[in-house]
């Protein structure tokens, strides 16, 4: 069964760092595309962040870009978000996502989600 | 980067209703365009790709149409599991966006 499955998500104050994994199976993860994608509560979803299958090539959103880190263990599955400097607005759910797939060029398969809260 | 602007924000419609929401781009996209269902509490869920390709096991009530800058899902027949936000998603370049969303809700 293709599953992602995010952790880590927790109450953190501003300014402050949290790291989110997402932990893959079912599928080759290795050759997949990989991002985060984010839902402030009551609000719509927002691209984050997106690896390549090697890890070699990342992109990120102007609001993230500087304060977050993605990078993958091919190893082991895992994708991981590493968030500084948090700000309020950072709240919401962070989840995981196949894609973009080479074939469909969209985001396929999604995990469940994982909360962020920053708040002093 | 492109905006993508989706319309109603919300409808109200019954059960056998058909169904029209549209996202329109800033600027032409071909036809990398996505579409999801998103539940209370859950993940949102792909429904269309390349702006009207049906993904496996999506229901083919669902349709999708457009290139450019102009789309349109559609659902031809509402059903009871339907009621639900829909958010169309760029897919040309990055920053990947996706429009505001339209929650469909029961009349």
């Known amino acids: 069964e293709v599953q992602l499955v995010e952790s880590g998500g927790d109450l953190v104050q501003p300014g402050g760092s949290l790291r989110l994994s997402c932990a893959a199976s079912?599928?080759?993860?290795?050759?997949?595309?990989v991002s985060w994608v984010r839902q402030a509560p009551g609000k719509g979803l927002e691209w984050v962040s997106t690896?390549?299958?090697?890890?070699?090539?990342?992109y990120y959103a102007d609001s993230v870009k500087g304060r977050f880190t993605i990078s993958r263990d091919n190893s082991k599955s895992p994708l991981y978000l590493q968030m500084s400097s948090l700000r309020a607005e950072d709240t919401a759910i962070y989840y995981c996502?196949?894609?973009?797939?080479?074939?469909?060029?969209?985001?396929?398969?999604w995990g469940q989600g994982t909360m962020v809260t920053v708040s002093s | 980067d492109i905006q993508m602007t989706q319309s109603p924000s919300s409808v109200s419609a019954s059960i056998g209703d058909r169904v029209t929401i549209t996202c329109r781009a800033s600027?032409?996209?071909?036809?990398?365009l996505a579409w999801y269902q998103q539940k209370p509490g859950k993940a949102p869920k792909l429904l269309i790709y390349?702006?009207?390709s049906l993904q496996s096991g999506v229901p083919s009530r669902f349709s999708g149409s457009g290139s450019g800058t102009d789309f349109t899902l559609t659902i031809s027949s509402l059903q009871p599991e339907d009621f639900a936000s829909y958010y169309c998603?760029?897919?040309?370049?990055?920053?990947?966006?996706f429009g505001g969303g339209t929650k469909v809700e029961i009349k």
């Open positions: 996502a196949r894609g973009p797939d080479t074939v469909t060029n969209a985001f396929d398969m």
């Open positions: 079912g599928f080759t993860f290795s050759s997949s595309l």
């Open positions: 600027q032409g996209i071909s036809s990398w």
């Open positions: 690896i390549s299958g090697s890890g070699a090539i990342t």
């Open positions: 390349a702006a009207s």
């Open positions: 998603q760029q897919a040309n370049s990055f920053p990947l966006t």
